[in-house]
């Protein structure tokens, strides 16, 4: 009898322990929350003063995933990869990631920021659900001054990137597969 006693008290104060534990926790992931909205605010300031006439995405595009830094790098095999927000008529939703793999010519590494406009409600619903990734066909825009004049939606998005650093051989988006958490799912 004292056993299980003991070995009751011993789960009770587990328990104790992890719930004070996860406490600061919860507190931890607002705040990584905030900064990471922060970050991609700073990276979209960075794009609309790079090119101005991103400006036509901004207003008509039903939502934009920015992310602030993507690390990519290769020797023949590569990969990239990224955190970012999702916005949805400007306001922030969720998080979000991006992943890449690519296999071929490619040499060296690079990192960049990228923002993908959605043009219509099934471009962004997809995103969402996870059920997106960008075709080979879909290409970025860099970002340049009067870069985005020109540009037009592929398959419902538009996609835009602006080099922070590092030289790479190889610069296509198609093959990024994307994941996306909302906000409010974590407060469920």
Not at 123 to 142: E, H, I, M, Y
């Given at each position: ?158 996609v835009f990137t602006a080099g922070e650093s590092g030289l790479m051989f190889e610069a296509s988006v198609g093959g990024q597969g994307f994941g996306f958490t909302p906000f409010d799912a974590k407060k469920k």
């Open positions: 009898m004292r056993s299980i006693q003991r070995l009751l008290r011993h789960a009770l104060l587990v328990g104790i322990a992890l719930a004070v534990a996860g406490v600061p926790a919860l507190s931890t992931a607002s705040d990584d929350d905030s900064a990471a909205i922060k970050k991609a605010e700073a990276a979209v300031d960075m794009f609309k003063k790079t090119d101005p006439s991103l400006e036509k995405f901004f207003k008509n595009a039903k939502g934009w995933a920015v992310f602030p830094s993507v690390a990519k790098g290769a020797i023949g095999i590569g990969g990239a990869g990224g955190k970012g927000v999702l916005f949805e008529k400007g306001k922030a939703v969720g998080k979000t990631s991006l992943t890449q793999v690519t296999v071929g010519l490619a040499l060296g590494g690079q990192s960049f920021s990228e923002i993908i406009f959605f043009e219509n409600d099934l471009a962004l619903t997809k995103f969402k659900g996870g059920d997106f990734s960008l075709a080979a066909q879909v290409s970025a825009v860099a970002a340049a001054s009067g870069a985005a004049a020109a540009a037009k939606y592929t398959q419902g998005v538009a």
